[in-house]
T-cell receptor, first 112, second 114 residues
């Protein structure tokens, strides 16, 4: 019973273009959403978050969009750079202090 | 400023044995969470420790136990190891009093059970 889903195991994008990573969730109690990036042999690194009272949060090249009615969020990376190549995890929690529930991840490859 | 550190990096055990993994949180952090990441999956929450008490727990059996010390470092113990316990074990630290509980992860301990 996966509460956070990332249906694309992998994504390949040309350098300079936009990368869009998608995430769906099933639990309507989730109120806080996060994206983490993971390089091989390292732990996940926090990237950006959004609470359910917003529909967009932006941080430099990274923007997260939240559609609560569709239980869907997406991470946009513009422009994509080769250093962005990593596994991206979508995650959710019921409050900003609750346990974090992770999706299975999407492996992004940015081709120079 | 040292980040989250974990030891050992790799570990090989046989079924039925017991294992202890260690985690030192980022400086200034008071909360430690443990996750299990199986191959091809996202991290799964095991439990969280704050003020030396287990604050939250995920869907893991009692074979998984933990401890937090007064210096905020933590241990994860797994008894009666099964083949299915083979995974990357991640520790994350955070500051519960900080307003939002942003978690910083260590590099993990790779456990192989034979």
């Amino acid at each position: 019973d996966q509460q956070v889903k990332q249906n694309s195991p992998s994504l390949s994008v040309q350098e300079g273009r936009i990368s869009i990573l998608n995430c769906d969730y099933t639990n309507s109690m989730f109120d806080y959403f996060l994206w983490y990036k993971k390089y091989p042999a390292e732990g996940p690194t926090f990237l950006i978050s959004i609470s359910s009272i917003k529909d967009k949060n932006e941080d430099g090249r990274f923007t997260v969009f939240l559609n609560k009615s569709a239980k869907h969020l997406s991470l946009h990376i513009v422009p994509s750079q080769p250093g962005d190549s990593a596994v991206y995890f979508c995650a959710a929690r019921k409050t900003s202090y609750d346990k974090v529930i992770f999706g299975p991840g999407t492996s992004l490859s940015v081709i120079p | 400023d040292a980040g989250v550190t974990q030891s050992p990096t790799h570990l090989i055990k046989t079924r039925g044995q017991q294992v202890t993994l260690r985690c030192s949180p980022k400086s200034g952090h008071d909360t430690v969470s443990w996750y299990q990441q199986a191959l091809g999956q996202g991290p799964q929450f095991i439990f969280q420790y704050y003020e030396e008490e287990e604050r939250q727990r995920g869907n893991f059996p009692d074979r998984f136990s933990g401890h937090q010390f007064p210096n905020y470092s933590s241990e994860l113990n797994v008894n009666a190891l099964l083949l299915g316990d083979s995974a990357l074990y991640l520790c994350a630290s955070s500051m519960l009093a900080g307003g939002t509980d942003t978690q910083y992860f260590g590099p993990g301990t790779r456990l192989t059970v034979l």
